[in-house]
Protein backbone atom coordinates (compact mmCIF):
# COMPACT_ATOMS: atom_id res chain seq x y z
CA UNK A 1 0.00 0.00 0.00
CA UNK A 2 1.43 3.13 -0.76
CA UNK A 3 0.09 6.25 1.25
CA UNK A 4 0.39 9.60 1.05
CA UNK A 5 0.46 11.66 4.27
CA UNK A 6 -0.64 15.02 4.35
CA UNK A 7 -0.45 17.47 7.58
CA UNK A 8 -1.18 21.38 8.35
CA UNK A 9 -1.79 22.74 11.90
CA UNK A 10 -4.09 24.92 11.45
CA UNK A 11 -7.01 25.51 9.13
CA UNK A 12 -5.61 28.91 7.41
CA UNK A 13 -2.79 26.43 6.21
CA UNK A 14 -3.71 24.70 2.32
CA UNK A 15 -3.17 20.85 2.23
CA UNK A 16 -3.08 20.87 -1.85
CA UNK A 17 0.71 22.15 -1.95
CA UNK A 18 1.64 18.89 -0.01
CA UNK A 19 -0.39 16.90 -1.99
CA UNK A 20 1.08 17.94 -5.26
CA UNK A 21 4.30 17.73 -4.33
CA UNK A 22 3.89 14.18 -3.10
CA UNK A 23 2.08 13.36 -6.49
CA UNK A 24 4.83 14.59 -8.05
CA UNK A 25 7.26 12.62 -6.04
CA UNK A 26 5.56 9.46 -6.68
CA UNK A 27 5.39 9.83 -10.64
CA UNK A 28 8.85 10.46 -10.57
CA UNK A 29 9.25 6.94 -8.34
CA UNK A 30 7.41 5.46 -11.12
CA UNK A 31 4.26 4.93 -8.41
CA UNK A 32 0.55 5.85 -7.76
CA UNK A 33 -0.97 6.79 -4.35
CA UNK A 34 -3.39 4.46 -2.79
CA UNK A 35 -4.79 6.31 -0.42
CA UNK A 36 -4.32 9.82 1.03
CA UNK A 37 -4.37 10.03 4.88
CA UNK A 38 -4.71 13.89 5.88
CA UNK A 39 -4.47 15.29 9.45
CA UNK A 40 -6.15 18.76 8.99
CA UNK A 41 -5.82 21.37 12.06
CA UNK A 42 -3.73 19.19 14.17
CA UNK A 43 -0.20 20.27 15.58
CA UNK A 44 2.78 18.00 14.65
CA UNK A 45 3.14 17.90 18.48
CA UNK A 46 0.15 15.81 18.91
CA UNK A 47 1.30 11.97 19.73
CA UNK A 48 0.69 10.03 16.21
CA UNK A 49 -2.00 7.50 17.83
CA UNK A 50 -3.97 10.87 18.87
CA UNK A 51 -3.79 11.38 14.53
CA UNK A 52 -4.65 9.99 11.07
CA UNK A 53 -1.09 9.17 11.12
CA UNK A 54 -1.34 6.27 14.04
CA UNK A 55 -3.88 4.68 11.76
CA UNK A 56 -1.50 4.05 9.30
CA UNK A 57 1.06 3.41 11.25
CA UNK A 58 -0.90 0.16 12.51
CA UNK A 59 -1.82 -0.95 9.13
CA UNK A 60 1.67 -0.76 7.87
CA UNK A 61 3.36 -3.97 6.25
CA UNK A 62 6.53 -4.87 4.55
CA UNK A 63 7.27 -2.96 1.44
CA UNK A 64 4.03 -0.20 2.15
CA UNK A 65 5.67 3.05 1.20
CA UNK A 66 4.79 6.93 2.92
CA UNK A 67 5.46 9.33 1.18
CA UNK A 68 4.96 13.08 2.53
CA UNK A 69 6.33 16.94 2.10
CA UNK A 70 9.11 16.65 5.10
CA UNK A 71 9.61 14.73 8.02
CA UNK A 72 8.13 17.52 10.38
CA UNK A 73 4.71 16.64 8.85
CA UNK A 74 5.34 13.36 11.03
CA UNK A 75 6.28 15.42 13.79
CA UNK A 76 7.41 18.43 15.20
CA UNK A 77 10.01 16.86 18.03
CA UNK A 78 12.92 14.46 17.53
CA UNK A 79 12.12 11.81 19.39
CA UNK A 80 8.37 11.64 17.69
CA UNK A 81 10.32 10.87 14.16
CA UNK A 82 12.49 9.26 15.82
CA UNK A 83 9.91 6.39 17.03
CA UNK A 84 8.08 6.95 14.03
CA UNK A 85 10.67 6.34 11.60
CA UNK A 86 12.11 3.09 13.79
CA UNK A 87 8.46 1.87 13.84
CA UNK A 88 8.77 2.09 9.93
CA UNK A 89 12.00 -0.04 9.89
CA UNK A 90 10.52 -2.68 12.10
CA UNK A 91 7.45 -3.08 9.83
CA UNK A 92 10.04 -2.95 6.59
CA UNK A 93 7.65 -0.09 5.18
CA UNK A 94 9.64 2.87 3.76
CA UNK A 95 8.84 6.70 4.35
CA UNK A 96 9.59 9.06 1.44
CA UNK A 97 10.11 12.83 2.14
CA UNK A 98 9.36 15.66 -1.14
CA UNK A 99 11.22 18.65 0.20
CA UNK A 100 14.58 16.98 2.09
CA UNK A 101 14.58 14.26 -0.36
CA UNK A 102 15.15 11.70 2.25
CA UNK A 103 13.88 7.77 1.86
CA UNK A 104 14.24 6.07 4.88
CA UNK A 105 16.18 2.56 4.70
CA UNK A 106 17.76 0.04 7.02
CA UNK A 107 21.19 1.67 6.79
CA UNK A 108 23.05 4.23 8.44
CA UNK A 109 22.67 7.24 6.64
CA UNK A 110 19.19 7.12 6.48
CA UNK A 111 19.25 6.96 10.37
CA UNK A 112 21.59 9.74 10.73
CA UNK A 113 19.51 11.82 8.12
CA UNK A 114 16.45 11.02 9.94
CA UNK A 115 18.66 12.56 13.11
CA UNK A 116 19.53 15.58 11.48
CA UNK A 117 16.14 16.40 10.04
CA UNK A 118 14.43 15.13 13.18
CA UNK A 119 16.48 17.62 15.47
CA UNK A 120 15.99 20.43 12.98
CA UNK A 121 12.19 20.04 13.27
CA UNK A 122 12.32 20.49 16.49
CA UNK A 123 14.57 23.12 16.58
CA UNK A 124 12.67 24.94 14.12
CA UNK A 125 8.83 24.32 16.12
CA UNK A 126 10.81 26.11 19.29
CA UNK A 127 12.31 28.77 17.74
CA UNK A 128 8.41 29.78 16.46
CA UNK A 129 6.92 29.39 19.45
CA UNK A 130 10.09 31.69 21.58
CA UNK A 131 9.17 34.35 18.25
CA UNK A 132 5.78 34.27 19.36
CA UNK A 133 6.32 34.46 22.84
CA UNK A 134 8.53 37.57 22.35
CA UNK A 135 6.66 39.48 20.06
CA UNK A 136 3.51 39.12 22.23
CA UNK A 137 5.10 40.00 25.76
CA UNK A 138 6.83 42.97 22.84
CA UNK A 139 3.12 44.25 22.17
CA UNK A 140 2.11 43.78 25.76
CA UNK A 141 4.70 46.21 26.94
CA UNK A 142 3.36 48.74 24.51
CA UNK A 143 0.06 48.68 25.72
CA UNK A 144 -1.96 46.70 23.10
CA UNK A 145 -4.62 44.89 24.53
CA UNK A 146 -4.01 41.20 23.41
CA UNK A 147 -7.48 39.09 22.47
CA UNK A 148 -11.29 39.89 22.53
CA UNK A 149 -12.33 42.94 24.68
CA UNK A 150 -13.24 42.09 28.24
CA UNK A 151 -17.41 41.49 28.26
CA UNK A 152 -17.00 41.16 24.37
CA UNK A 153 -18.59 37.65 22.88
CA UNK A 154 -17.24 35.37 20.36
CA UNK A 155 -18.62 36.01 16.81
CA UNK A 156 -16.69 32.79 14.69
CA UNK A 157 -16.79 29.41 16.16
CA UNK A 158 -16.00 26.01 14.52
CA UNK A 159 -19.14 24.83 13.82
CA UNK A 160 -20.59 27.28 11.92
CA UNK A 161 -21.34 26.52 8.54
CA UNK A 162 -21.47 23.12 9.58
CA UNK A 163 -25.12 23.12 11.58
CA UNK A 164 -26.90 21.22 8.79
CA UNK A 165 -23.78 18.61 8.80
CA UNK A 166 -24.30 18.37 13.02
CA UNK A 167 -27.61 17.67 13.02
CA UNK A 168 -27.76 14.78 10.35
CA UNK A 169 -25.20 13.07 12.44
CA UNK A 170 -27.14 13.59 16.04
CA UNK A 171 -29.88 11.97 14.13
CA UNK A 172 -27.76 9.47 12.91
CA UNK A 173 -26.97 8.23 16.52
CA UNK A 174 -23.85 10.41 17.08
CA UNK A 175 -22.68 11.00 20.07
CA UNK A 176 -22.90 15.14 21.00
CA UNK A 177 -19.34 14.98 22.67
CA UNK A 178 -15.95 15.27 20.48
CA UNK A 179 -13.91 11.99 20.62
CA UNK A 180 -10.48 11.50 19.13
CA UNK A 181 -10.07 8.59 17.53
CA UNK A 182 -7.90 5.66 19.08
Do not use: W
Amino acid sequence: MIYGYIRVSTDKQDCENQKTGIITKAKSMGITIDKYIMDSGISGTVEPNNRALGGILKKLKTGDIIICSELSRLGRKLFMIMRILEHCMKCGAYVYTVKDGYELGDNIQSKVLAFAFGISAEIERDLISLRTREALARRREAGVILGRRFGSKNTHHKIDGNENKIINMIKQGMPKTCQRPK
